[in-house]
């Protein structure tokens, strides 16, 4: 089993609906989650950082974490043609130390 | 701008040559990460930097891979006799110290093009 997983998409939303993104994580040990935006032929971009179980919630981003589950998500409220990127899940294992492990990442589609 | 910044932007190489890739973190941030990605993939964790010591190494980094962060402020990471496979986005990541945190912010990467 891989550590990190994550749908490869594409996910299609219409512009101005939810689009729900999800990954798995392996390892309970895991303390930290964090999800990364990526353009095409751009650097990941940190959009949303989460260490409880429960909902954390900024501008038009939730990220939901169930580690009962080793589960987390995100939310992205009124989705935007300039949301349509790569979403980049991202777990601190401990016996990582500081290195974040990624998952492959789901490609967004927003259709105007 | 105080983002991470990398440099050169874009390398091509011939396979066989040596290459140098230089990082300068956010100023106020003492830890210092490289990465490396491939299309379709995530980034894959290669070294790991507190202040100047080089704390955790990824069993990717192999022994043509050197990395060094001298005065604990920019970091250079060189591949020796580069192969194909080498090709890559390198990026760099940079965050404070906080036990509790392990926020991490790219640069722009520099890829690498081995021909």
């Known amino acids: 089993q891989k550590e990190v997983e994550q749908n490869s998409g594409p996910l299609s939303v219409p512009e101005g609906a939810i689009a729900s993104l999800n990954c798995t994580y392996s390892d309970r040990g895991s303390q930290s989650f964090f999800w990364y935006r990526q353009y095409s032929g751009k650097s990941p971009e940190l959009i949303m950082s989460?260490?409880?179980?429960g909902d954390k919630e900024d501008g038009r981003f939730t990220a939901q974490l169930n580690k009962a589950s080793q589960y987390v998500s995100l939310l992205i409220r009124d989705s935007q043609p300039s949301d349509s990127a790569t979403y980049l899940c991202a777990v601190n294992i401990p016996q990582a130390g500081t290195a974040l492990i990624f998952g492959k990442g789901t490609t967004l589609s927003v259709s105007s | 701008d105080t983002g991470v910044s990398q440099d050169p932007r874009h390398k091509i190489t011939k396979r066989g040559q040596n290459v140098t890739f230089r990082c300068d973190p956010i100023s106020e941030h003492n830890r210092l990460y490289w990465y490396r990605q491939t299309l379709g993939q995530g980034p894959e964790f290669l070294t790991y930097f507190q202040n100047e010591a080089q704390l955790e190494k990824s069993r990717l980094l192999s022994d043509r891979f050197s990395a060094e962060r001298p005065k604990g402020s920019f970091s250079t990471l060189e591949i020796q006799r580069t192969e194909q496979g080498d090709s890559a986005m390198y990026l760099c990541?940079?965050?404070?110290?906080?036990?509790?945190?392990?926020?991490?912010?790219f640069g722009p990467g520099t890829r690498l093009t081995v021909t």
């Open positions: 990541a940079s965050s404070p110290e906080d036990r509790l945190s392990y926020e991490q912010y």
């Open positions: 989460i260490y409880s179980n």
